[in-house]
């Protein structure tokens, strides 16, 4: 049975006071003092156990394109570090199967390590890159969603390669009445659809409640979701044209079909978003952006990272030597040194067992051209030498 930390709350309330009650009526104010204490070690302790996030998770979601799936060990390590669990979404392609590919197995037996929740689903349709992106905006209607209150459970949609500062920019405060939180909300202007004008939201990061998450996406409140019903939503939702869509809209499947759903429930809810929704508004607080990624020396002169920066966009192919190398500096300012070895170790039992053509072959980003990869990591382009290699070793 579900007792929710509210109850729990509420139950402590009521001890608390018939406590009271029978220290007046029966002992002295030095015995109530400590029946008092006694009750407040047993809520702290459970806080403490439970942790202060413990109803929180960020929703990530990959399909096998290394050039992503390898740096997800570092980025679940550091969200459980700030006390917030991973929920991690994979995208199968039809036939695709995770034992046939042992350097994604080999990273899903990490992060099954370290207590993330997954799940697994399968493009047939959509490809596998924008099902996977877009896959995020359901994870509150998936089966393991419906395992968890509805009304205080948490979910956070983040990527692989973004690292916050302060939780309290990205986890809404549900004592204080907030159900949906927008981090950078002010990022991306707006978007159309055919004759519809709404707003484009970035999803590092989009919060809310499970309960909040179905109402605005239009998702059941009973019923999981699977795999096939992802797909045929999306498609219905642009009226099968998906596939018709050029490589930026594609790119952007996710924006667009969340900023598209989130409008149509926001016409329909206009007073309560109000009410309950907290937006942060990130212009002119510094990132460390890995299109203006500082040198190495400036980097480690730097003594608090986050004092500096307000957050960080990193390279997440760090199977490539040079990306490596670069971030490496940045780990060591927010990792523990155990932890920046344990990642060390993994890439070095990853590499041998990568193959870095299909891996640049299943790939695109539409920065992966842009001047600043020669500039900041002396290599041509996102994807580097990648294309040329046949089988890789270490490079």
């Given at each position: 049975?579900?007792?929710?930390?509210?109850?729990?709350?509420?139950?402590?309330?009521?001890?608390?006071?018939?406590?009271?009650?029978?220290?007046?009526?029966?002992?002295?104010?030095?015995?109530?003092?400590?029946?008092?204490?006694?009750?407040?070690?047993?809520?702290?302790?459970?806080?403490?156990?439970?942790?202060?996030?413990?109803?929180?998770?960020?929703?990530?979601?990959?399909?096998?394109?290394?050039?992503?799936?390898?740096?997800?060990?570092?980025?679940?390590?550091?969200?459980?570090?700030l006390?917030?669990?991973?929920?991690?979404?994979?995208?199968?392609?039809?036939?695709?199967?995770?034992?046939?590919?042992?350097?994604?197995?080999?990273?899903?037996?990490?992060?099954?390590?370290?207590?993330a929740?997954i799940?697994?689903?399968?493009?047939?349709?959509?490809?596998?890159?924008?099902?996977?992106?877009?896959?995020?905006?359901?994870?509150?209607?998936?089966?393991?969603?419906?395992?968890?209150?509805?009304?205080?459970?948490?979910?956070?949609?983040?990527?692989?390669?973004f690292?916050?500062?302060?939780?309290?920019?990205?986890?809404?405060?549900?004592?204080k009445?907030?159900?949906?939180?927008?981090?950078?909300?002010?990022?991306?202007?707006?978007?159309?659809?055919?004759?519809?004008?709404?707003?484009?939201?970035?999803?590092?990061?989009?919060?809310?409640?499970?309960?909040r998450?179905?109402?605005?996406?239009?998702?059941?409140?009973?019923?999981?979701?699977?795999?096939?019903?992802?797909?045929?939503?999306?498609?219905?939702?642009?009226?099968?044209?998906v596939?018709?869509?050029?490589?930026?809209?594609?790119?952007?499947?996710?924006?667009?079909?969340?900023?598209?759903k989130?409008?149509q429930w926001?016409?329909?809810h206009?007073?309560?978003?109000?009410?309950?929704?907290?937006?942060?508004?990130?212009?002119?607080?510094?990132r460390?952006?890995?299109?203006?990624?500082?040198?190495?020396e400036?980097?480690?002169?730097?003594?608090?990272i986050?004092?500096?920066?307000?957050?960080?966009?990193?390279?997440?192919?760090?199977?490539l030597?040079?990306?490596?190398?670069?971030?490496?500096?940045?780990?060591?300012?927010?990792?523990?040194?155990?932890?920046?070895?344990?990642?060390?170790?993994?890439?070095?039992?990853?590499?041998?067992?990568?193959?870095?053509?299909?891996?640049?072959?299943?790939?695109?980003?539409?920065?992966?051209?842009?001047?600043?990869?020669?500039?900041?990591?002396?290599?041509?382009?996102?994807?580097?030498?990648?294309?040329?290699?046949?089988?890789?070793?270490?490079?």
């Amino acid at each position: 049975m579900y007792i929710s930390s509210r109850t729990i709350f509420v139950i402590s309330v009521i001890v608390t006071t018939l406590l009271i009650f029978n220290s007046f009526n029966h002992v002295s104010f030095y015995n109530y003092y400590d029946q008092a204490e006694f009750i407040r070690g047993i809520m702290n302790s459970a806080v403490q156990k439970n942790g202060e996030f413990d109803h929180v998770y960020v929703v990530l979601s990959s399909d096998l394109n290394l050039y992503y799936f390898v740096h997800m060990p570092i980025i679940v390590q550091y969200w459980k570090n700030l006390g917030i669990r991973t929920y991690l979404m994979i995208t199968l392609k039809e036939g695709e199967r995770i034992e046939d590919d042992e350097a994604a197995k080999k990273v899903v037996e990490f992060v099954e390590g370290q207590g993330a929740a997954i799940a697994y689903f399968q493009s047939k349709k959509i490809k596998s890159g924008q099902f996977a992106q877009t896959l995020r905006c359901f994870a509150a209607g998936t089966e393991f969603a419906h395992t968890l209150d509805p009304n205080n459970t948490i979910f956070i949609t983040s990527d692989v390669d973004f690292f916050p500062s302060k939780t309290e920019f990205h986890v809404p405060n549900l004592m204080k009445g907030e159900e949906i939180l927008f981090y950078d909300k002010s990022c991306c202007g707006n978007i159309n659809w055919k004759d519809v004008k709404f707003e484009m939201y970035i999803m590092i990061t989009i919060a809310m409640t499970l309960n909040r998450w179905r109402e605005t996406m239009g998702l059941s409140h009973v019923v999981p979701v699977d795999s096939d019903f992802v797909e045929d939503y999306i498609n219905q939702t642009f009226d099968g044209e998906v596939g018709k869509m050029d490589q930026w809209g594609q790119w952007f499947l996710d924006q667009k079909f969340f900023g598209l759903k989130f409008w149509q429930w926001k016409k329909t809810h206009r007073k309560e978003y109000h009410r309950i929704i907290r937006n942060i508004d990130r212009r002119g607080q510094p990132r460390l952006e890995r299109k203006w990624w500082p040198k190495d020396e400036e980097l480690e002169k730097i003594d608090d990272i986050w004092k500096t920066y307000e957050s960080a966009h990193i390279t997440p192919g760090i199977f490539l030597d040079n990306v490596w190398a670069k971030n490496l500096v940045f780990y060591k300012k927010i990792f523990p040194e155990s932890q920046v070895q344990q990642f060390s170790e993994f890439r070095d039992s990853l590499l041998p067992l990568m193959n870095i053509t299909e891996t640049m072959q299943r790939h695109y980003h539409p920065e992966q051209n842009d001047q600043y990869w020669n500039k900041t990591f002396a290599q041509k382009g996102m994807l580097g030498d990648g294309r040329s290699v046949q089988q890789h070793g270490k490079i």
